[in-house]
């Protein structure tokens, strides 16, 4: 999970030897700031071929090629707290909808474990 705030934390961030991401972003750096103001999910399975996208610094300092996401809003208060997204660093051409409903599922599991750890 991705949590929103002042800016980005990856919380279950799993990457790479050797990679050069870190645990927090800015609010103007990747992808999950749009997903959150959208509060709707994205799937990108070619962030290259996105023109406002590709000056993004997780295309060029991160290698991102594919990136779906979705948010996770609270139920109760409507709050974006965050998304659950994915990366890759090889396009994925013709898995837009897979990509959706894995982020979309992800993010309804995740809302479910949330709302059984707060009962």
Known sequence: MN????HQHFTGLSQPAGSTM?????????FCPLVADRRRPMALPGVCAAPRLVS??????FGVRAYTGAPVIDPETH???????????????????????TSKDL?????SLLRHRTT
Do not use: F, K
């Open 22 to 30: 870190g645990r927090t972003m800015g609010l103007r750096e990747g």
């Open 79 to 101: 709050l974006v707290l965050g998304t659950v997204c994915g990366i890759d660093p090889e396009p994925r051409p013709g898995d837009a909808h897979r990509m959706l409903a």
């Open 107 to 111: 993010a309804c599991e995740l809302h």
């Open 56 to 61: 993004n610094i997780a295309v060029s300092a």
């Open 3 to 6: 949590l929103i705030g002042t």
